[in-house]
Structure formats: C-alpha cells, structure tokens
C-alpha cells in the first residue's frame, strides 16, 4: 500500500511539472490566408468548411479548445498542428510555385475523398468537422476548378 501511494505520488508531481512547459501557441491575426483565398476563390460553403475544419492544423492559426491549457494534451496538439502545417499551410500559400499548388490540392482532394481528412481523432472533438457527402463534394469540385486553373498557368506560351 505504501509504495502504491508514492508511485500515485511520483505520477502526481510528474503531471504537475509538465504543466510548466508550454508549447507556443500557433496564433496569427488578421486575412493570414489572404493569398490563398484570393487565388483559389473558394464559394462561401466551401470556405466556411476549409475554416472550420482544415485551419486548426493547416494554418498559422488554430482555435484552440479549453483542455490545451492542460499537458500532455497541449503537447500532443501542438504536434498535430506543427506536422499538419509541414505538409500544408494555407497561410503560406504565396510561398509554393503553381506546381506545388496544384499538386497541394491534388493532395486536398484525395484526402477529402478517402475520409483521412480531417484527422479521426479531431472529427470526434469537433462534430462540425464530420463532413457530409455534400460538403466533400463541395470541397472536391472547387479544388478541381482551381487546380484547371494552376495548370493553364503552366502551359508553355
Ligand atoms: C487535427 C489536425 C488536422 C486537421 C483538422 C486536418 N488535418 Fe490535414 N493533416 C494533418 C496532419 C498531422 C497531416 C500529416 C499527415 C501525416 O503524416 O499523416 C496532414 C496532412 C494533410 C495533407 C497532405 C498530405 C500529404 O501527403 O502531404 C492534406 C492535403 C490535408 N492534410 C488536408 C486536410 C484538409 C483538406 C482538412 C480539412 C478538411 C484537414 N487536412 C484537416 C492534420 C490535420
């Protein structure tokens, strides 16, 4: 019994010095995905749903739930966000040439169409980001326009 109570003791103080560090916080202010929204137009439907349910890990802005102020969940989101923002970042858009562009939506759509967007683990947190066969559908025929577009831009004059 005694050592079962220094173990929950030792766990204890392990929990509450995790508290100490804190991962920074992905936060930006104003039009961060200007660029992005500019080019690729998306109808308000589409980009209510890209907000909603895209922006927490693939932009430079993520609004965050009350239980990131507790470690090791604040860890493991912000983990989420720096992997998720790795691969795509749509405040940064002005940063990726038109192949890069075109080949980033290419991703969008396959990972729209497969389920694997959004992330498992955040449709059961957030019940907004269970997208529908409309809203997919949505999100599939608008990244399919833009990209039309990315490629008229690359053909050789
Ligand atoms: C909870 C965080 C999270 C949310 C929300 C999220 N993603 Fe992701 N996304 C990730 C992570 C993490 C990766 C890295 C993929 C991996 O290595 O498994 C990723 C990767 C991607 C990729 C790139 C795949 C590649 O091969 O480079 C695309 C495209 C993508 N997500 C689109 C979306 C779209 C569209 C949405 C909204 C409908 C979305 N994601 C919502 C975390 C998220």
Known sequence: MKILKKVW?????????MQFYRPEKNIAQGEHTATFLAETNPPPNVKAILVQTCYDCHSNNTVYPWYDNIAPVSYWLSDH???????????????YDTKKKDHKLEEVIEMVESGEMPLKEYTWTHEKAQLTTEQRDAIIEWAKRSRALYQLDQQPE
Do not use: R
């Not at 966000?81 to 940063?95: D, P, Q, V, Y």
């Open 9 to 17: 003791l030792a766990l204890l103080v392990i929990f509450v010095l």
């Open 81 to 95: 966000i720096k992997h998720g923002k790795g691969h795509l970042n749509f405040s940064e858009w002005e940063a």
